[in-house]
Protein backbone atom coordinates (compact mmCIF):
# COMPACT_ATOMS: atom_id res chain seq x y z
CA UNK A 1 0.00 0.00 0.00
CA UNK A 2 0.92 3.82 -1.10
CA UNK A 3 1.65 5.64 2.20
CA UNK A 4 -1.11 8.04 1.91
CA UNK A 5 -3.00 5.10 1.66
CA UNK A 6 -1.54 3.49 4.61
CA UNK A 7 -2.07 6.93 6.31
CA UNK A 8 -6.17 6.52 5.03
CA UNK A 9 -6.40 3.20 6.27
CA UNK A 10 -5.07 4.03 9.84
CA UNK A 11 -7.18 7.02 10.56
CA UNK A 12 -10.56 5.10 9.15
CA UNK A 13 -9.81 2.06 11.21
CA UNK A 14 -8.62 4.94 14.10
CA UNK A 15 -12.42 6.45 13.49
CA UNK A 16 -14.16 3.41 13.50
CA UNK A 17 -12.33 2.71 16.94
CA UNK A 18 -13.90 6.37 18.14
CA UNK A 19 -17.53 5.64 17.14
CA UNK A 20 -17.41 1.96 18.43
CA UNK A 21 -16.18 3.18 21.96
CA UNK A 22 -18.58 6.14 22.09
CA UNK A 23 -21.98 3.69 21.23
CA UNK A 24 -19.92 0.88 24.03
CA UNK A 25 -19.79 3.30 26.49
CA UNK A 26 -23.47 4.56 26.01
CA UNK A 27 -24.62 0.27 25.58
CA UNK A 28 -22.87 0.16 29.18
CA UNK A 29 -24.91 2.62 30.53
CA UNK A 30 -28.47 0.18 30.80
CA UNK A 31 -28.38 -3.13 31.61
CA UNK A 32 -30.14 -4.24 28.67
CA UNK A 33 -27.55 -3.14 26.55
CA UNK A 34 -24.58 -3.31 28.62
CA UNK A 35 -23.47 -6.67 26.37
CA UNK A 36 -23.35 -5.27 23.74
CA UNK A 37 -22.06 -2.28 24.55
CA UNK A 38 -18.73 -4.55 25.84
CA UNK A 39 -18.68 -6.34 22.30
CA UNK A 40 -19.24 -2.51 20.21
CA UNK A 41 -15.76 -1.49 22.91
CA UNK A 42 -13.75 -4.77 22.24
CA UNK A 43 -14.91 -4.17 18.65
CA UNK A 44 -13.44 -0.49 19.21
CA UNK A 45 -10.45 -1.81 20.55
CA UNK A 46 -9.76 -4.89 17.69
CA UNK A 47 -9.99 -2.11 14.82
CA UNK A 48 -7.47 0.16 17.36
CA UNK A 49 -4.66 -2.81 17.21
CA UNK A 50 -5.05 -3.69 13.64
CA UNK A 51 -4.87 -0.40 12.52
CA UNK A 52 -1.86 0.74 14.33
CA UNK A 53 -0.14 -3.10 12.93
CA UNK A 54 -0.14 -0.55 9.55
CA UNK A 55 1.42 2.30 11.40
CA UNK A 56 4.51 3.73 9.44
CA UNK A 57 6.43 4.15 11.92
CA UNK A 58 6.68 0.38 13.34
CA UNK A 59 10.36 -0.74 13.12
CA UNK A 60 10.03 -4.21 14.22
CA UNK A 61 7.04 -6.61 14.53
CA UNK A 62 8.86 -9.14 16.72
CA UNK A 63 8.56 -7.20 19.95
CA UNK A 64 4.59 -6.44 18.99
CA UNK A 65 4.19 -10.59 18.54
CA UNK A 66 6.03 -11.13 21.80
CA UNK A 67 3.62 -8.85 23.64
CA UNK A 68 0.79 -9.92 22.01
CA UNK A 69 1.01 -13.41 22.69
CA UNK A 70 1.93 -12.60 26.41
CA UNK A 71 -0.84 -10.44 26.62
CA UNK A 72 -3.41 -12.88 25.23
CA UNK A 73 -1.67 -15.74 27.53
CA UNK A 74 -2.24 -13.26 30.50
CA UNK A 75 -5.67 -12.23 29.86
CA UNK A 76 -7.06 -15.44 29.16
CA UNK A 77 -6.02 -17.07 32.20
CA UNK A 78 -6.86 -14.29 34.47
CA UNK A 79 -10.11 -14.72 32.83
CA UNK A 80 -10.41 -18.14 33.43
CA UNK A 81 -8.72 -18.68 36.96
CA UNK A 82 -10.11 -15.02 38.47
CA UNK A 83 -13.89 -15.79 40.32
CA UNK A 84 -16.49 -13.19 39.41
CA UNK A 85 -15.94 -12.11 43.17
CA UNK A 86 -12.24 -11.15 42.47
CA UNK A 87 -13.23 -9.01 40.02
CA UNK A 88 -12.84 -5.53 41.86
CA UNK A 89 -8.89 -6.67 42.41
CA UNK A 90 -8.60 -7.68 38.61
CA UNK A 91 -9.93 -4.51 37.69
CA UNK A 92 -7.10 -2.83 39.47
CA UNK A 93 -4.84 -5.01 37.80
CA UNK A 94 -6.13 -4.07 35.21
CA UNK A 95 -5.50 -0.26 35.78
CA UNK A 96 -1.93 -1.22 37.24
CA UNK A 97 -0.93 -2.45 34.16
CA UNK A 98 -2.85 0.35 31.48
CA UNK A 99 -0.86 2.99 33.69
CA UNK A 100 2.46 1.38 34.05
CA UNK A 101 2.00 0.84 29.47
CA UNK A 102 1.19 4.67 29.62
CA UNK A 103 4.02 5.54 31.95
CA UNK A 104 6.54 3.72 29.86
CA UNK A 105 5.36 4.84 26.12
CA UNK A 106 6.49 8.59 28.18
CA UNK A 107 9.42 7.84 29.58
CA UNK A 108 10.46 6.00 26.13
CA UNK A 109 9.41 8.99 24.59
CA UNK A 110 11.40 11.15 26.88
CA UNK A 111 14.58 9.48 26.03
CA UNK A 112 14.42 9.30 22.79
CA UNK A 113 13.06 12.62 22.03
CA UNK A 114 13.01 14.62 25.01
CA UNK A 115 15.08 17.88 25.88
CA UNK A 116 15.34 21.14 24.28
CA UNK A 117 14.16 19.82 20.93
CA UNK A 118 10.92 19.09 22.17
CA UNK A 119 8.22 21.40 21.93
CA UNK A 120 6.82 23.35 25.24
CA UNK A 121 3.38 21.10 24.87
CA UNK A 122 4.21 17.71 23.96
CA UNK A 123 6.80 18.44 27.26
CA UNK A 124 3.73 19.17 29.51
CA UNK A 125 1.72 15.94 27.79
CA UNK A 126 4.43 14.05 28.18
CA UNK A 127 5.10 14.87 32.20
CA UNK A 128 1.16 15.13 32.72
CA UNK A 129 1.30 11.31 31.57
CA UNK A 130 3.71 9.85 33.70
CA UNK A 131 2.98 11.62 36.37
CA UNK A 132 -0.38 10.12 36.05
CA UNK A 133 1.11 6.70 34.50
CA UNK A 134 3.28 6.52 37.44
CA UNK A 135 0.88 7.26 40.01
CA UNK A 136 -1.75 5.22 38.89
CA UNK A 137 0.24 1.86 38.69
CA UNK A 138 1.60 1.81 42.42
CA UNK A 139 -2.29 3.17 43.74
CA UNK A 140 -3.70 0.31 41.54
CA UNK A 141 -1.62 -2.31 42.81
CA UNK A 142 -1.90 -1.39 46.41
CA UNK A 143 -5.97 -0.87 45.80
CA UNK A 144 -5.69 -4.44 44.66
CA UNK A 145 -3.93 -5.62 47.69
CA UNK A 146 -6.30 -4.12 49.84
CA UNK A 147 -9.23 -5.72 48.06
CA UNK A 148 -7.28 -9.45 47.73
CA UNK A 149 -6.18 -8.89 51.50
CA UNK A 150 -2.81 -9.31 51.09
CA UNK A 151 -2.31 -5.89 52.42
CA UNK A 152 -4.02 -4.79 55.61
CA UNK A 153 -7.62 -3.42 54.54
CA UNK A 154 -8.28 -0.62 57.09
CA UNK A 155 -6.93 2.72 56.95
CA UNK A 156 -3.15 2.75 57.23
CA UNK A 157 -2.57 6.24 59.09
CA UNK A 158 0.22 7.73 60.75
CA UNK A 159 0.61 10.88 62.39
CA UNK A 160 1.59 14.15 60.25
CA UNK A 161 0.57 11.95 57.38
CA UNK A 162 -1.09 15.09 55.14
CA UNK A 163 1.41 17.06 55.76
CA UNK A 164 4.16 14.01 54.37
CA UNK A 165 1.38 13.82 51.16
CA UNK A 166 1.06 17.24 51.08
CA UNK A 167 5.41 17.79 50.78
CA UNK A 168 5.27 14.97 48.11
CA UNK A 169 2.54 16.20 46.28
CA UNK A 170 4.46 19.69 45.88
CA UNK A 171 7.80 17.52 44.85
CA UNK A 172 6.18 16.06 42.42
CA UNK A 173 4.27 19.10 40.86
CA UNK A 174 7.24 21.00 41.31
CA UNK A 175 9.39 18.24 39.33
CA UNK A 176 6.87 18.50 36.50
CA UNK A 177 6.76 22.15 36.24
CA UNK A 178 10.57 22.17 35.95
CA UNK A 179 10.99 19.65 33.61
CA UNK A 180 8.38 22.05 32.03
CA UNK A 181 10.29 24.69 31.68
CA UNK A 182 13.65 23.28 32.01
CA UNK A 183 13.74 20.91 29.79
CA UNK A 184 17.86 19.63 29.70
CA UNK A 185 17.70 18.37 33.43
CA UNK A 186 16.64 14.42 33.01
CA UNK A 187 17.36 13.83 36.80
CA UNK A 188 14.37 16.14 37.31
CA UNK A 189 12.28 14.29 35.04
CA UNK A 190 12.92 10.90 36.80
CA UNK A 191 12.81 12.28 40.26
CA UNK A 192 9.17 13.37 39.00
CA UNK A 193 8.88 9.51 37.94
CA UNK A 194 9.73 8.22 41.46
CA UNK A 195 8.00 11.00 43.13
CA UNK A 196 4.69 9.52 40.85
CA UNK A 197 5.28 6.22 41.96
CA UNK A 198 5.70 6.60 45.48
CA UNK A 199 2.53 9.10 45.33
CA UNK A 200 0.33 6.28 44.32
CA UNK A 201 1.56 4.39 47.38
CA UNK A 202 1.11 6.89 49.62
CA UNK A 203 -2.54 8.36 48.78
CA UNK A 204 -3.96 4.50 48.43
CA UNK A 205 -2.56 3.17 51.94
CA UNK A 206 -4.45 5.61 54.46
CA UNK A 207 -7.85 4.61 52.47
CA UNK A 208 -9.51 1.61 53.87
CA UNK A 209 -11.02 -1.42 51.73
CA UNK A 210 -14.61 -0.10 51.91
CA UNK A 211 -13.92 2.60 49.84
CA UNK A 212 -11.27 1.04 47.46
CA UNK A 213 -14.15 0.75 44.36
CA UNK A 214 -14.66 4.75 44.40
CA UNK A 215 -10.59 4.72 44.54
CA UNK A 216 -10.50 2.66 41.41
CA UNK A 217 -12.75 4.07 39.32
CA UNK A 218 -10.86 7.60 40.06
CA UNK A 219 -7.40 5.78 39.40
CA UNK A 220 -9.60 4.56 36.09
CA UNK A 221 -10.44 8.23 35.29
CA UNK A 222 -6.21 8.89 36.00
CA UNK A 223 -5.42 5.79 33.60
CA UNK A 224 -7.73 7.46 30.84
CA UNK A 225 -5.86 11.07 31.48
CA UNK A 226 -2.50 9.73 31.18
CA UNK A 227 -3.34 7.61 28.23
CA UNK A 228 -5.14 10.85 26.44
CA UNK A 229 -1.72 12.36 27.52
CA UNK A 230 0.06 9.41 25.70
CA UNK A 231 -1.90 10.59 22.56
CA UNK A 232 -0.90 13.99 22.44
CA UNK A 233 2.67 13.08 22.66
CA UNK A 234 2.33 10.31 20.02
CA UNK A 235 0.16 12.67 18.32
CA UNK A 236 -2.62 9.67 18.42
CA UNK A 237 -6.06 10.66 17.94
CA UNK A 238 -7.66 7.16 18.68
CA UNK A 239 -5.79 7.43 22.23
CA UNK A 240 -6.61 10.91 22.87
CA UNK A 241 -10.61 10.15 22.82
CA UNK A 242 -10.18 6.81 24.07
CA UNK A 243 -8.51 7.90 27.31
CA UNK A 244 -10.83 12.06 27.35
CA UNK A 245 -13.76 9.12 27.50
CA UNK A 246 -11.65 6.59 30.17
CA UNK A 247 -11.14 9.86 32.10
CA UNK A 248 -13.94 11.60 32.28
CA UNK A 249 -16.83 8.36 32.81
CA UNK A 250 -14.05 7.33 35.77
CA UNK A 251 -14.59 10.60 37.42
CA UNK A 252 -18.45 10.37 36.81
CA UNK A 253 -18.60 6.84 37.98
CA UNK A 254 -16.74 7.85 41.35
CA UNK A 255 -19.42 10.79 41.88
CA UNK A 256 -22.22 9.05 41.26
CA UNK A 257 -20.82 6.25 44.14
CA UNK A 258 -20.44 8.84 46.63
CA UNK A 259 -23.01 10.14 46.09
CA UNK A 260 -25.12 6.72 46.72
CA UNK A 261 -22.83 6.63 49.98
CA UNK A 262 -23.68 10.14 50.70
CA UNK A 263 -20.17 10.98 50.88
CA UNK A 264 -17.86 13.40 49.74
CA UNK A 265 -14.63 12.81 47.13
CA UNK A 266 -13.03 14.68 49.53
CA UNK A 267 -13.92 12.06 52.77
CA UNK A 268 -13.93 8.89 50.47
CA UNK A 269 -9.79 10.13 49.93
CA UNK A 270 -9.24 11.71 53.33
CA UNK A 271 -11.74 10.15 55.73
CA UNK A 272 -9.92 7.42 56.85
CA UNK A 273 -13.33 5.58 56.84
CA UNK A 274 -12.94 2.28 58.55
CA UNK A 275 -9.92 3.04 60.81
CA UNK A 276 -12.06 2.95 64.02
CA UNK A 277 -14.62 0.16 63.85
CA UNK A 278 -17.61 -0.65 65.94
CA UNK A 279 -17.83 2.23 68.09
CA UNK A 280 -20.48 4.95 66.90
CA UNK A 281 -22.47 2.38 65.05
CA UNK A 282 -23.37 0.11 68.23
CA UNK A 283 -27.12 0.64 68.62
CA UNK A 284 -27.98 -2.79 68.57
CA UNK A 285 -29.79 -4.91 71.67
CA UNK A 286 -31.80 -7.70 72.25
CA UNK A 287 -31.41 -10.76 70.23
CA UNK A 288 -31.37 -11.83 66.71
CA UNK A 289 -34.64 -15.09 66.54
CA UNK A 290 -33.74 -18.03 63.81
CA UNK A 291 -36.58 -19.18 61.25
CA UNK A 292 -36.40 -22.42 60.57
CA UNK A 293 -36.65 -23.75 56.97
CA UNK A 294 -39.84 -24.10 56.77
CA UNK A 295 -41.11 -21.64 58.30
CA UNK A 296 -39.58 -19.64 56.06
CA UNK A 297 -40.63 -21.57 52.98
CA UNK A 298 -44.29 -21.21 54.27
CA UNK A 299 -43.88 -17.34 55.18
CA UNK A 300 -43.08 -16.81 51.51
CA UNK A 301 -45.49 -19.43 49.66
CA UNK A 302 -48.64 -17.65 51.49
CA UNK A 303 -47.09 -13.51 50.83
CA UNK A 304 -49.15 -11.55 48.48
CA UNK A 305 -45.60 -9.79 47.68
CA UNK A 306 -42.28 -10.79 48.04
CA UNK A 307 -39.34 -8.25 47.44
CA UNK A 308 -35.59 -9.60 47.14
CA UNK A 309 -32.59 -7.81 48.07
CA UNK A 310 -29.26 -8.99 47.29
CA UNK A 311 -25.98 -8.08 48.65
CA UNK A 312 -22.54 -9.24 48.00
CA UNK A 313 -23.38 -12.19 49.67
CA UNK A 314 -25.42 -12.79 46.78
CA UNK A 315 -22.50 -12.52 44.66
CA UNK A 316 -19.81 -14.82 47.25
CA UNK A 317 -22.54 -17.60 47.22
CA UNK A 318 -22.76 -17.20 43.20
CA UNK A 319 -26.79 -17.39 44.26
CA UNK A 320 -27.99 -15.56 41.50
CA UNK A 321 -29.90 -18.77 39.58
CA UNK A 322 -31.16 -19.86 43.00
CA UNK A 323 -33.12 -16.82 43.67
CA UNK A 324 -34.18 -16.74 39.91
CA UNK A 325 -35.81 -20.82 41.03
CA UNK A 326 -37.35 -19.76 44.16
CA UNK A 327 -38.88 -16.77 42.20
CA UNK A 328 -40.59 -18.99 39.75
CA UNK A 329 -41.77 -20.85 42.33
CA UNK A 330 -43.66 -18.31 44.29
CA UNK A 331 -44.75 -16.82 40.70
CA UNK A 332 -45.94 -19.58 40.28
CA UNK A 333 -48.24 -19.93 43.32
CA UNK A 334 -49.17 -16.10 42.17
CA UNK A 335 -46.97 -14.36 44.42
CA UNK A 336 -45.52 -11.00 42.89
CA UNK A 337 -41.59 -10.84 43.56
CA UNK A 338 -39.62 -8.22 42.62
CA UNK A 339 -35.99 -6.92 43.12
CA UNK A 340 -34.92 -4.43 45.19
CA UNK A 341 -30.94 -3.11 43.95
CA UNK A 342 -28.94 -0.97 45.53
CA UNK A 343 -26.42 1.27 43.71
CA UNK A 344 -23.56 -0.16 45.67
CA UNK A 345 -24.66 -3.10 46.84
CA UNK A 346 -22.02 -5.83 46.21
CA UNK A 347 -18.30 -4.54 45.47
CA UNK A 348 -18.73 -3.14 41.97
CA UNK A 349 -21.01 -0.56 40.38
CA UNK A 350 -24.12 -2.77 38.29
CA UNK A 351 -22.47 -5.48 40.53
CA UNK A 352 -26.11 -7.04 41.31
CA UNK A 353 -27.41 -6.27 37.73
CA UNK A 354 -24.78 -8.23 35.93
CA UNK A 355 -25.22 -11.31 38.44
CA UNK A 356 -29.60 -11.12 37.98
CA UNK A 357 -28.83 -10.38 34.11
CA UNK A 358 -26.83 -13.69 33.95
CA UNK A 359 -29.78 -15.37 35.69
CA UNK A 360 -32.26 -14.28 33.22
CA UNK A 361 -34.10 -12.62 35.83
CA UNK A 362 -36.25 -9.87 33.85
CA UNK A 363 -35.52 -6.10 34.33
CA UNK A 364 -39.14 -5.24 34.82
CA UNK A 365 -38.66 -6.75 37.43
CA UNK A 366 -35.55 -5.00 39.37
CA UNK A 367 -36.09 -2.10 40.90
CA UNK A 368 -34.01 0.70 41.77
CA UNK A 369 -33.88 2.14 45.92
CA UNK A 370 -36.68 4.87 44.79
CA UNK A 371 -38.82 2.96 43.18
CA UNK A 372 -39.30 0.02 45.83
CA UNK A 373 -38.44 1.65 49.32
CA UNK A 374 -42.19 3.33 48.81
CA UNK A 375 -43.17 -0.11 48.46
CA UNK A 376 -41.79 -2.23 51.25
CA UNK A 377 -45.15 -1.07 53.97
CA UNK A 378 -46.91 -3.40 51.69
CA UNK A 379 -44.04 -6.20 50.89
CA UNK A 380 -45.23 -8.95 53.33
CA UNK A 381 -41.64 -10.45 52.98
CA UNK A 382 -38.76 -8.91 51.97
CA UNK A 383 -35.66 -11.32 51.56
CA UNK A 384 -32.35 -10.15 52.17
CA UNK A 385 -29.25 -12.15 50.56
CA UNK A 386 -26.42 -11.75 52.03
CA UNK A 387 -26.41 -7.83 51.73
CA UNK A 388 -25.76 -6.33 55.05
CA UNK A 389 -24.91 -2.24 54.91
CA UNK A 390 -26.89 -1.22 52.04
CA UNK A 391 -29.88 -2.58 54.70
CA UNK A 392 -28.79 -0.94 57.80
CA UNK A 393 -31.24 1.48 58.99
CA UNK A 394 -28.41 3.29 61.15
CA UNK A 395 -27.49 4.83 58.13
CA UNK A 396 -31.23 6.63 58.21
CA UNK A 397 -31.57 6.64 62.35
CA UNK A 398 -27.82 6.83 64.23
CA UNK A 399 -26.39 10.45 63.18
CA UNK A 400 -23.37 9.15 64.90
CA UNK A 401 -22.81 5.78 62.58
CA UNK A 402 -19.97 6.45 60.15
CA UNK A 403 -22.47 5.99 57.40
CA UNK A 404 -25.15 8.10 58.52
CA UNK A 405 -26.93 9.73 56.02
CA UNK A 406 -26.08 6.94 53.05
CA UNK A 407 -29.65 6.23 51.36
CA UNK A 408 -30.27 2.38 52.26
CA UNK A 409 -33.53 0.14 51.04
CA UNK A 410 -35.77 0.14 53.69
CA UNK A 411 -36.52 -3.08 54.54
CA UNK A 412 -37.15 -2.90 57.71
CA UNK A 413 -40.59 -1.30 56.92
CA UNK A 414 -42.06 -4.53 55.32
CA UNK A 415 -44.63 -6.54 57.38
CA UNK A 416 -41.32 -9.23 57.54
CA UNK A 417 -37.76 -9.64 56.76
CA UNK A 418 -36.06 -12.98 56.23
CA UNK A 419 -32.47 -12.23 56.53
CA UNK A 420 -29.82 -15.11 54.63
CA UNK A 421 -26.66 -15.13 55.80
CA UNK A 422 -24.05 -17.42 57.35
CA UNK A 423 -23.74 -16.60 60.39
CA UNK A 424 -22.98 -12.95 62.68
CA UNK A 425 -20.37 -11.97 59.99
CA UNK A 426 -20.81 -7.93 59.21
CA UNK A 427 -20.55 -5.64 55.83
CA UNK A 428 -18.01 -4.17 54.11
CA UNK A 429 -18.16 -1.12 56.78
CA UNK A 430 -17.32 -3.47 59.52
CA UNK A 431 -20.10 -2.13 61.16
CA UNK A 432 -23.03 -3.86 63.33
CA UNK A 433 -26.38 -3.76 61.79
CA UNK A 434 -29.50 -3.44 64.17
CA UNK A 435 -31.62 -4.69 61.60
CA UNK A 436 -31.24 -8.12 62.34
CA UNK A 437 -32.33 -7.55 66.12
CA UNK A 438 -35.49 -6.09 65.11
CA UNK A 439 -38.89 -7.92 65.82
CA UNK A 440 -39.89 -7.50 62.45
CA UNK A 441 -36.38 -10.26 61.28
CA UNK A 442 -36.05 -13.59 61.45
CA UNK A 443 -32.42 -14.82 60.53
CA UNK A 444 -32.09 -17.74 57.96
CA UNK A 445 -28.28 -18.76 58.53
CA UNK A 446 -26.58 -20.80 55.94
CA UNK A 447 -24.79 -20.03 52.52
CA UNK A 448 -26.91 -17.76 50.60
CA UNK A 449 -27.25 -20.75 47.62
CA UNK A 450 -28.08 -23.57 49.79
CA UNK A 451 -30.88 -21.61 51.40
CA UNK A 452 -32.57 -20.47 48.79
CA UNK A 453 -32.22 -24.36 46.81
CA UNK A 454 -33.46 -25.72 49.83
CA UNK A 455 -36.47 -22.77 50.14
CA UNK A 456 -37.48 -23.00 46.04
CA UNK A 457 -37.70 -26.94 47.06
CA UNK A 458 -39.78 -26.33 50.20
CA UNK A 459 -42.16 -23.46 48.59
CA UNK A 460 -43.09 -26.53 45.88
CA UNK A 461 -44.10 -28.59 48.45
CA UNK A 462 -46.36 -26.52 50.20
P1 LIG B 1 -21.94 -6.18 52.74
O1 LIG B 1 -22.36 -5.05 53.61
O2 LIG B 1 -20.50 -6.32 52.43
O3 LIG B 1 -22.49 -7.53 53.44
C1 LIG B 1 -22.36 -8.76 52.83
C2 LIG B 1 -22.97 -9.79 53.77
O4 LIG B 1 -23.04 -11.01 53.01
C3 LIG B 1 -22.12 -10.07 54.99
O5 LIG B 1 -22.76 -9.58 56.14
C4 LIG B 1 -21.97 -11.61 55.02
O6 LIG B 1 -22.40 -12.10 56.30
C5 LIG B 1 -22.92 -12.08 53.91
N1 LIG B 1 -22.39 -13.19 53.13
C6 LIG B 1 -21.14 -13.35 52.65
N2 LIG B 1 -21.03 -14.51 51.99
C7 LIG B 1 -22.25 -15.11 52.05
C8 LIG B 1 -22.76 -16.32 51.54
N3 LIG B 1 -22.01 -17.18 50.84
N4 LIG B 1 -24.07 -16.62 51.79
C9 LIG B 1 -24.84 -15.76 52.50
N5 LIG B 1 -24.40 -14.59 52.99
C10 LIG B 1 -23.11 -14.27 52.77
O7 LIG B 1 -22.70 -6.14 51.36
P2 LIG B 1 -23.72 -5.08 50.76
O8 LIG B 1 -24.90 -4.92 51.66
O9 LIG B 1 -23.92 -5.49 49.36
O10 LIG B 1 -22.94 -3.70 50.84
C11 LIG B 1 -21.88 -3.35 49.93
C12 LIG B 1 -20.79 -2.58 50.67
O11 LIG B 1 -19.71 -2.30 49.76
C13 LIG B 1 -21.28 -1.25 51.19
O12 LIG B 1 -20.61 -0.95 52.39
C14 LIG B 1 -20.87 -0.29 50.11
O13 LIG B 1 -20.74 1.05 50.53
C15 LIG B 1 -19.52 -0.87 49.74
N6 LIG B 1 -19.14 -0.35 48.43
C16 LIG B 1 -19.68 -0.87 47.31
C17 LIG B 1 -19.39 -0.28 46.08
C18 LIG B 1 -20.00 -0.79 44.81
O14 LIG B 1 -19.67 -0.22 43.79
N7 LIG B 1 -20.85 -1.80 44.84
C19 LIG B 1 -18.55 0.82 46.00
C20 LIG B 1 -18.01 1.32 47.19
C21 LIG B 1 -18.31 0.73 48.38
P3 LIG B 1 -21.89 -13.53 56.80
O15 LIG B 1 -20.40 -13.47 56.80
O16 LIG B 1 -22.48 -13.68 58.18
O17 LIG B 1 -22.41 -14.54 55.85
Known sequence: ??????????????????????????????????????????????????????????????????GLILGTIIGGLMAVWVPMTAMPQRTALSHAFGAFAAALVGIAEFILHGGPGMPVFTRGALGFEVMLGTLTTTGSLIAAGKLQGVIRGTPIQFKGQQVV??????????????????????MVFYAMTAFGF?????????????????????????????????GFVLGNNVLIIAGTLDGFSGLILSILMCKAMNRSINNVLFGGFGAVQHEAGGTTGGEMREISMEDAAMRL???????????????????????????????????????????VAGRMPGHMNVLLAEANVPYGDLYEMDQINPEFPTTDVAVVIGANDVVNPDARDNPNSPIAGMPILEVDKAKSVIVLKRGQGRGFSGLENPLFYKPVTSMLYGDAKASLSRLAQEVKNV
Open 165 to 186: NGLLFACTAGCFLDSVVNPASA
Open 198 to 230: LSGVMIVIPIGSADMPVVMSLLNSYAGLAAAAT
Open 1 to 66: MEASGVNYFLEFTYLLASVFFILGLKGLSHPETARRGMFLAEAGMLAAIIGTLFHRGIITYEWIAA
Open 301 to 343: AYANKVVFVPGYGLATAQAQHAVRDLANALEERGVTVKYGIHP
